[in-house]
């Protein structure tokens, strides 16, 4: 079983930054690694995946503004916002998944707001 945290969510002004972490309770070599999101009254969607092998995969929405990284010595998943707007305001959750494991984070909230 692995637990995850999220991290570094906050309010913050339309064309600023934040930088997500999730912290793993153990490994997380040859998970492969996501971020996701949720907005009120809207399902939850993909940001950002990272495989084993960083490769990266990003929605629509974030690509050119978002960056996904892990560092697995440090069992340690990012993702660095840039460029922020009002509609990027949701609950960011991590995920990691391999064969039948699927684990999810409690979700850490960001608010974009002047």
């Known amino acids: 079983q692995v637990q995850l945290v999220e991290s570094g969510g906050g309010l913050v002004q339309p064309g600023g930054s934040l930088r997500l972490s999730c912290a793993a309770s153990g490994s997380i070599f040859n998970f492969i690694m996501g971020w996701y999101r949720q907005a009120p009254g809207k399902e939850r969607e993909l940001v950002a995946q990272i495989d084993n092998i960083d490769k990266t995969n990003y929605g629509d929405a974030v690509k050119g503004r978002f960056t996904i990284s892990r560092d697995n010595a440090k069992n340690t998943m990012y993702l660095q916002m840039n460029s922020l707007k009002p509609e990027d305001t949701a609950v960011y959750y991590c995920?990691?998944?391999?064969?039948?494991?699927?684990?999810w984070g409690q979700g850490t909230q960001v608010t974009v707001s002047s």
């Open positions: 995920r990691s998944w391999r064969c039948a494991e699927n684990y």
